[in-house]
């Protein structure tokens, strides 16, 4: 699935657990793209989103928070653009291709 389509599949559900179970990616990703997207907010998004307004690093939002890097992670705003997107990274072009290697000799 694409990011559009998560999204839309989420406002048709409303659940991130059966949008994640539904388009195979993992629920902390499915997340990500739902707050990229404006689909979806919480009260830790609302803080680390304040936080990294106010130009604080992840360690230091991790930091006041108490809680991990990958949590803040989790929560921020894709930077490098948003899950199977139109133009992926050079590394997403990579590992696409090694998971497609992979699949091909699993079979």
Same mark, same amino acid.
């Given at each position: 699935?694409? @990011? &559009?389509?998560?999204?839309?599949?989420?406002?048709?559900?409303?659940?991130?657990?059966?949008?994640?179970?539904?388009?195979?990616?993992?629920?902390?990703?499915?997340?990500?793209?739902?707050?990229?997207? !404006?689909?979806?907010? @919480?009260?830790?998004?609302?803080?680390?989103?304040?936080?990294?307004?106010? !130009? *604080?690093?992840?360690?230091?939002?991790? &930091?006041? *928070?108490?809680? @991990?890097?990958?949590?803040?992670?989790?929560?921020? *705003?894709?930077?490098? !653009?948003?899950? !199977?997107? %139109?133009?992926? @990274?050079?590394?997403?072009?990579?590992?696409?291709?090694?998971? %497609?290697?992979?699949?091909?000799?699993?079979?």
């Amino acid at each position: 699935m694409t @990011s &559009e389509e998560i999204v839309a599949y989420y406002r048709s559900c409303g659940s991130i657990r059966q949008t994640a179970r539904e388009s195979g990616v993992a629920y902390s990703k499915v997340r990500k793209i739902l707050i990229s997207a !404006g689909a979806y907010t @919480s009260p830790r998004a609302r803080q680390i989103a304040e936080l990294t307004r106010q !130009g *604080l690093s992840p360690r230091e939002i991790a &930091e006041a *928070l108490q809680v @991990s890097e990958t949590t803040v992670n989790n929560y921020q *705003l894709y930077s490098k !653009g948003a899950y !199977g997107g %139109d133009r992926p @990274s050079p590394n997403a072009v990579r590992l696409r291709r090694f998971r %497609d290697k992979h699949k091909k000799t699993e079979s």
